[in-house]
């Protein structure tokens, strides 16, 4: 079988992860990485046996000997990678936030509906099969009509580089609004929050906000970077669902599941997901072969389309701008 020829754009902690899990891929041969930094470039290159690397991210985006590219920068850098690369018929799995503005978003939509090549946004939470199982109990109606879905998701200050930190609403929560989407079908109408500045006057830290949705049901998202160094690296995530017919609790780590209706009262253990997405041993590689999957089948990548990852950040960013500072 022809190998899928994968290209990577942007070598950061993500970039490095990406990388580690497209090379690890019988059908892909990873051709080319790129960073800005010449050493950095080489330093992943030598590290995951790739040929060759790059400097410039327009070579990359145009290059004639890839067919699929992985560009895992900032949201606000992600538009100069993504539209060339559509245009020159390639596939494009970009990192959320797709974009930090939702008219750049828009025109990676466009040049995704007349290029050859398929886009898809990396909301990984989609991906996970806790999350999945919430969107399948909902969708069975086990959960009755859903009145409240409450998010909470906190990292470390630390962990997150200084061009990522524009805020916590719309680097971390924006996975949550995503699957509050996801979950309950309906689109933003109202919101209001809050949003702190504990370490930077410029990049606030601690965001809390509250979204009524169309059909009804209400949100709260909480998004923090204040996690202490002593807790162990990594997301503290939980979100609440509660229904008129039952109730869901995902918290993670452990990473869990709890369902409780009139009847019963389950714990769900996501590597029995009968979830039809392919999960190997994480939710980005499941996510990766899910999109390569849809390439080399060519089929549409349903489970998170170019135009619901755009209402997602038209979503957060709508939120994000409703939210009062508090300095
Ligand atoms: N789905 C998830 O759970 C998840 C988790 C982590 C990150 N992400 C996403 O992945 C992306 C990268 O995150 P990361 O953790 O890898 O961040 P990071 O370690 O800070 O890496 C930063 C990336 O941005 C690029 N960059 C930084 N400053 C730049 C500038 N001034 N001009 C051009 N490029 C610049 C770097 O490119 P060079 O290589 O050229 O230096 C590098 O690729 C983000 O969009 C983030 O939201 C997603």
């Excluded at 990388?19 to 930094?37: A, G, I």
């Excluded at 061009?163 to 699957?179: C, F, Q, S, V, Y």
Aim: net charge negative; charged share 25%; hydrophobic share 35%.
């Amino acid at each position: 079988m022809k190998k899928l020829r994968v290209g990577i754009a942007g070598l950061g902690e993500f970039g490095e992860l990406h990388t580690l899990v497209f090379s690890q891929l019988p059908y892909v041969e990873v051709k080319r990485v790129c960073s800005r930094t010449e050493s950095r470039a080489r330093e992943i290159a030598d590290r995951y046996k790739i040929p060759s690397f790059c400097t410039n991210y327009d070579e990359l985006a145009t290059a004639d000997d890839l067919d699929v590219i992985s560009v895992v920068n900032f949201g606000k850098n992600h538009k100069r990678v993504v539209i060339p690369a559509l245009e020159s018929g390639k596939h494009v799995l970009v990192e959320k936030p797709m974009a930090d503005k939702v008219e750049d978003a828009e025109l990676m939509v466009n040049a995704a509906k007349t290029s050859a090549g398929k886009l898809m946004v990396a909301h990984i939470c989609r991906f996970m099969p806790q999350y999945y199982r919430a969107k399948e109990l909902a969708s069975s109606g086990r959960l009755g009509k859903i009145a409240l879905i409450q998010t909470q998701r906190n990292n470390h200050y630390s962990t997150l580089s200084p061009g990522r930190k524009k805020n916590p609403l719309r680097e971390t929560a924006i996975h949550d609004i995503d699957l509050a989407l996801w979950i309950t079908g309906g689109r933003l109408e109202s919101a209001h929050g809050y949003k702190q500045f504990n370490n930077s006057d410029q990049e606030a830290d601690c965001c809390v906000a509250t979204a009524k949705l169309d059909n009804g049901v209400i949100c709260t998202f909480a998004s923090s970077w204040l996690r202490r160094d002593a807790q162990p690296a990594g997301v503290d995530a939980r979100m609440d669902i509660i229904g008129t017919g039952g109730e869901l609790h995902i918290k993670m780590p452990p990473d869990n599941l709890v369902f409780i209706d009139d009847h019963s009262h389950s714990h769900f253990n996501p590597e029995t997901s009968l979830s039809p997405v392919t999960i190997r041993q994480t939710a980005l590689a499941g996510e990766i072969e899910y999109f390569l999957k849809c390439v080399l089948l060519d089929e549409t990548p349903e489970v998170i389309t170019p135009e619901a990852a755009l209402e997602s950040l038209r979503t957060t960013i709508k939120i994000d701008e409703s939210c009062s500072e508090i300095r």
